[in-house]
């Protein structure tokens, strides 16, 4: 294990090459056609029934075609095709370019640190072997049918919800880890922190109910269930008597993994005393809870529950199920005297003004209310001073100011980082607002800012820290806008200015009087630049890639090429059982006109060109394509022709683990940029339907 950091925030990102930045421009110009498309369709089509209930779960289908946007649908794949380039001269971005060519050909894992800037590098088996024994501390071999039985729940209440084509089965994730360099003996005896990503879309449907319990629950217990530092200083400032008092403070030991079904289930009954649950509402959110972990396509599930019950801290509504169990946990703490008492999910405060040998009573009185709920706690009672969140609360001078553990070093996005302008220039302002929001005084800030000053000079800024008293915000306002963002993302090395030609073309495309002016025009179609990957993404790929290859056989990486019994006659020259492939038909006819067509195939290419063979063959299929009505098309006229099969480029299909199809962003790449090569496709196939994201629906996935 050899330790290793940055000398940067991994949060920063490089410029991305020109067909990298392409595909990615695709990508969101198509999410944001088929939004406009819907608004569109159902517009025009006033008699659609009203807009059903979908906890934010997007449409599935392909859109139908809107002749009035065709105009404006033309001009967005010409904004595509034009793009312009320009040379990017950074000592800053040529050090990145350096520093992610040497990920990328490193042979060892780069594994993070828990909660410091540190990365470590692990081979694949000694990583393997620390994951393994991290999972076999709390979770027992599974059997794949019980992943069945999670997905048939998901589908049961998407159903009842009339959402199950929306919605798709659980993402068989494989479970990872961090290291806790920060703990004693870790040289010699290194700990984990075990991460299951793996998570049903059940849960951002609880999510949804779980907000709304919560915010109406805590109004009608009157708990200081806090959401953030901000809420934990109001509380502080009001506090009286301050320097009389002594603080308690404790931490829930595994809060998440330690929640069980019975303990959410008693959760849920006290919130039934205050707010109204369905029975369908509290089902949603018990199902949710049922997860596996996977790791190298095998299930794990927890040793200590017979039903799949599991809350993981990468779950949709893991905060929110933490929330209810604590306000359930503070309903039973206020009853205890002479105390006032609160928590943010598993870090839990308490003010009292009681004798120190009192103060101890209550500790233990504190104590037992987690250990009757099978919870654990680490406390400490009778402080003065307190470290909490990201700040220091001192009683004896009554300030607070902000606090840093010392192996967090603060590390910024650096100004010349492949940021949108408006990322990098908030930066210093935001750290300035949140400094001034945590320090109770301009002496405070000053004695503070120092480390993080220094950081931002590392980092590029001429930004001088100054102390900004808070502000009361003003109240916002209540209007709601119908509004479609464009989201395109950010290069520095992009010539073009896409953000102008885009305004320009809704001008041009919606003028006065077109039918659909009223709801796209400047006011309801705006921009805002998004984020090509940056380094902490590039590793993860990085690693990937690695157990990956760890994973495999020698079978495997064995993988027969070719089951052609003629080799000289195969279509791609022995290379015909590729799969996930983009391909390119040449046909020549004896005039020597030459038309291209291009093609993909998540399967291996030998079955697809079986196909392309009978549509070529059989009259009742020469409309399945473009690259048959074309054969007909010659057939008719009695013209011989020949054609030339070959690769243009491998990519991957669509899968919920990445919720991207590289597959069909790849074909449409070149069918956009590349005209040339694909002469005989069509020039609308930007908003199509993946239809290899059909399988992974609920609806149509196998039950």
Same mark, same amino acid.
């Given at each position: 294990?050899e ?7 991994t949060?920063?990102?490089p ?11 695709i ?9 406009m498309?819907w608004?569109?369709?159902?517009f025009?089509s006033?008699?659609?029934p ?5 906890f934010?779960f997007k449409?599935?289908n392909?859109p ?6 065709? =105009? ?7 904004i595509?095709r034009n ?11 040529q050090d990145?370019k350096k520093?992610i060519?040497s990920i990328?050909n ?8 828990d909660?410091?800037v540190?990365f470590?590098? @692990? ?5 393997n072997? @620390? ?6 501390k709390?979770?027992?071999k599974s059997?794949?049918k ?6 048939d729940?998901?589908r049961?209440v998407?159903r ?10 659980i993402a068989?994730?494989?479970?990872f880890?961090?290291?806790k360099?920060?703990k ?11 991460i ?8 951002r ?5 779980l907000?709304?319990?919560n915010?109406? @629950?805590v109004?009608?217990?009157?708990v200081n269930q806090?959401?953030?530092t901000?809420s934990?200083?109001?509380w502080?400032k009001?506090?009286?008597n301050?320097?009389d008092s002594?603080?308690?403070c404790f931490?829930?030991v595994e809060?998440?993994?330690?929640i #069980?079904?019975a ?9 039934c ?6 029975n369908?509402d509290r089902?949603?959110?018990v199902?949710?809870?049922h997860?596996?972990l996977f790791?190298?396509?095998?299930p794990w599930?927890k040793k ?5 019950f599991?809350?993981?801290m990468?779950?949709y509504d893991g905060?929110? &199920? ?17 105390i006032?008492?609160g928590?943010y999910r598993?870090?839990g405060l308490?003010?009292t003004?009681l ?6 009573r209550?500790?233990?009185?504190i104590?037992n ?5 099978n919870?654990k706690? =680490?406390?400490e009672?009778?402080?003065k ?22 192996t ?5 996005v650096?100004s ?11 930066i210093p302002?935001s750290i ?5 929001e945590?320090s ?9 800012a ?6 931002l000079?590392?980092?590029?800024? =001429? ?5 900004k008293?808070?502000?009361t915000p003003?109240?916002?306002s209540?209007r ?6 464009f989201n395109?993302p ?8 896409i953000g102008?030609?885009f ?5 041009q495309?919606?003028?006065v009087g077109?039918k659909?002016?009223?709801i796209f ?6 921009l805002?630049?998004s ?12 690693n990937?890639t690695?157990?990956?290859k760890?994973?495999q056989?020698?079978?495997d990486q064995?993988t ?8 000289d ?14 391909y390119?038909?040449?046909? #020549?006819?004896?005039?020597?006109? &030459?038309? =291209?067509y291009v093609?993909l ?13 009978t549509?070529f063959?059989n009259?009742?299929?020469?409309n399945?394509?473009e690259?048959?009505?074309?054969i007909w098309?010659l057939k ?7 054609i030339?099969w070959k690769?243009?480029e491998?990519?991957?299909?669509y899968?919920n683990l990445t919720g ?9 790449h070149?069918i956009i940029?590349?005209?040339e ?6 020039r ?5 339907a993946?239809?290899h994201r059909?399988?992974?629906i ?6």
């Open positions: 294990m330790r290793t950091s940055f000398n940067y925030s949060k920063n990102i410029v991305a090459s020109e067909k990298d930045y392409t595909k990615r421009l990508e969101k110009t198509e999410e944001f056609l088929r939004r498309r608004k569109a369709f159902h025009l006033p008699t659609t009203a807009d059903k209930k979908t934010g449409s599935k392909c139908p075609t809107v002749e009035e946007m065709r =105009t404006f649908e033309e001009g967005m794949i010409n595509i793009i312009a380039y320009k040379e990017v001269r950074c000592q800053f971005q990145l520093d060519s990328k490193e042979e060892r894992l780069f594994v993070k640190a909660k410091s540190n470590y590098k @692990l081979d694949a088996p000694e990583y072997r @620390l994951l393994n024994d991290n999972i076999t709390t979770y027992k059997e794949k019980k992943l069945n039985v999670i997905n729940e998901a049961s998407a009842a919800l009339n959402i199950d084509d929306r919605v798709e089965v068989t994730n494989d479970a880890i961090t290291l360099d920060h004693e003996n870790f040289t010699n005896n290194p700990t984990c922190r075990l299951n990503p793996s998570k049903t879309e059940l849960g449907i609880s999510k949804r109910i907000e709304v319990i915010s109406k @629950l109004r009608a217990t009157k806090w959401k953030n901000s934990v200083l109001q502080y009001r506090l009286p301050k320097r002594t603080f308690i931490d829930v809060f998440y993994p330690s #069980t079904e303990l959410l289930n008693r959760a849920l009954d006290f919130a005393e205050h707010v109204t649950i369905s369908d089902q949603t959110i199902n949710a809870k997860s596996l790791n190298n396509g095998q599930e200590t529950s017979t039903t799949l599991d809350v993981t990468g779950s905060a929110e &199920t933490c929330e209810l169990v604590g306000c359930y946990l503070l309903a039973q703490l206020q009853q205890l005297p002479n006032e008492i928590l598993d870090d308490a003010v003004t004798t120190p040998k009192e103060t101890e209550i500790k233990k009185q104590c209310v987690f250990k009757n709920n919870l706690i =680490t406390i009672a009778n402080k001073v307190i470290n909490f969140l990201d700040v220091t609360l001192d009683m004896n001078t009554e300030k607070f100011k902000p606090y840093a553990k010392a967090n070093t603060p590390l910024y650096h010349k980082s492949n940021h949108p302008p408006s990322i990098i220039k908030n302002e300035n607002r949140r400094l001034s945590i109770s005084d301009a002496g405070v800030f000053d004695e503070a120092k480390p993080y000053q220094e950081a000079g590392k980092s590029g800024y =001429t930004f001088k820290l100054q102390f008293p808070p502000q003003l109240p916002k209540n709601s806008r119908n509004i479609i963002w395109p950010y290069n520095r090395n992009v010539k073009s200015n102008r030609q305004l320009r073309l809704i001008d495309s919606f003028p077109h659909l002016r009223k025009n400047r006011n309801t179609l705006k805002s630049y984020c090509m990957p940056n380094v902490t993404q590039i590793i993860s790929g990085h990937k690695i157990l990956r760890a994973a056989t020698p079978q064995a027969k090429t070719c089951n052609c019994r003629k080799k006659e195969c279509p791609l020259k022995g290379t015909c059982l590729s799969e996930g492939v983009i390119q038909a040449t046909v #020549t006819s004896l005039n020597n006109r &030459t038309e =291209t093609g195939t998540a399967t291996n290419f030998k079955a697809r060109w079986r196909n392309h063979q549509s063959n009259e009742k299929s020469k399945s394509t690259l048959s009505k074309y098309a008719s006229k009695n013209e011989r022709y020949t030339g690769i243009l491998k990519a991957k299909p899968t991207k199809c590289q597959l069909c962003t790849a074909e449409k070149f940029t590349k005209p090569l694909a002469t005989l496709n069509k609308n196939e930007l908003v199509s993946c239809r059909r399988k992974f609920l609806r149509y996935s196998i039950q």
